[in-house]
């Protein structure tokens, strides 16, 4: 995230700390308004001394009170902390929301079987309460969240920019590295919270989806949807991974968690033994207790939760079932 907030602070938030809170309302004594009615002088005065209420760094003395000498720059510059945690807080909901109503509204018209609505397990106006439970987690799963991002933004984790500063090799292992961290903590955090009290007062709300679709990717618990998050984040504090490789991961892995949420049971592939993809989730949605994995299957194997989609456990089954049930029962009237 230091780096969004490097790119974000260069091209739109210095200028718009600068016209929000500039220095200008700082100096002492306050640059005059050039504004010749005296209706927006008297509306200037009252704003700057609103903002001068404001906390804010020290002013150094040696800057002048002159328009020219403050014009373009903000009282609040990039490495004050409130700003820094303001951005950020912005930053991660508009990114965290974007993520989200841009995979999951692709995942759900390109990819999602939607003859799996009619499945009797399938609630009625899902759609629409998946996405309101996403959007009553996104804002404190934001304020969980933002104090791994200052971490980054102080310095404390393990990006680096130059890749020859750990060489090719080590940046190509990094993925499946990552990949295999993440993958392995989060089953534990995943087994943790279906341990019965945790379940009934965090993750239970998650499973109310049984038949899920890319909606429901983030529609749980805040503390549910963070602690499964921490891995992401650990990674980096522990590992070193070159920035904008990080940031492309941490994109694609959002990414699963929303396509492994569109209900599909492919199966006979030879892949799901290997990789825990929609149908594995789609499983764990129906049965609770089985595939926990986020990316991979090898960790359920070890623990013993491991359950191998088949063709005769597909949900859609049950769809086509009760199809063929009306339709028998209208020839028969």
């Not at 002088?41 to 001068?52: E, F, K, P, Y």
């Not at 150094?60 to 020219?68: D, G, H, L, R």
């Not at 089953?187 to 429901?216: C, D, E, M, Q, S």
Request: proline fraction near 8%; include cysteine; charge should be negative.
């Amino acid at each position: 995230m230091d780096l969004v907030l490097e790119l974000f602070d260069e091209h739109l938030l210095d200028r718009l700390y600068a016209n929000l809170i500039p220095l200008s309302a700082f100096t002492d004594p306050p640059i005059p308004s050039t504004s010749p009615p005296a209706t927006l002088d008297t509306a200037v005065s009252a704003w700057t001394t609103v903002l001068r209420k404001l906390p804010h760094p020290s002013i150094p003395s040696s800057i002048p009170s002159s328009i020219s000498s403050t014009h373009g720059l903000s009282a609040w510059p990039r490495d004050y902390i409130p700003r820094q945690l303001l951005s950020l807080t912005a930053l991660t909901v508009i990114g965290i929301m974007l993520l989200y109503f841009v995979f999951a509204t692709a995942s759900y018209y390109f990819i999602f079987n939607h003859d799996m609505m009619r499945h009797p397990r399938f609630l009625k106006n899902q759609v629409r309460l998946e996405i309101e439970s996403s959007m009553r987690a996104f804002p404190a799963i934001t304020l969980l969240t933002v104090p791994w991002f200052m971490a980054e933004v102080h310095g404390y984790s393990k990006m680096y920019d130059d890749i020859s500063d750990y060489g090719w090799t080590y940046l190509v292992l990094s993925v499946p590295l990552y990949l295999l961290f993440t993958d392995y903590c989060i089953y534990w955090i995943h087994r943790g919270l279906h341990v019965p009290l945790i379940y009934k007062n965090i993750h239970k709300p998650h499973h109310k989806w049984l038949i899920p679709t890319p909606f429901a990717s983030h529609a749980f618990h805040p503390i549910d949807g963070y602690f499964q998050s921490i891995p992401y984040h650990l990674f980096i504090f522990i590992f070193p991974l070159q920035r904008y490789l990080y940031l492309v991961l941490f994109v694609l892995v959002n990414f699963w968690s929303i396509f492994i949420h569109d209900s599909d049971m492919v199966s006979g592939t030879g892949l799901e033994h290997i990789i825990n993809g929609p149908a594995h989730h789609t499983l764990h949605h129906l049965y609770f207790t089985v595939n926990y994995g986020q990316y991979f299957t090898w960790a359920d194997k070890v623990g013993g939760s491991f359950r191998e989609p088949q063709p005769e456990l597909d949900p859609l089954l049950e769809v086509k079932a009760l199809e063929n049930q009306k339709r028998k029962g209208g020839k028969a009237e």
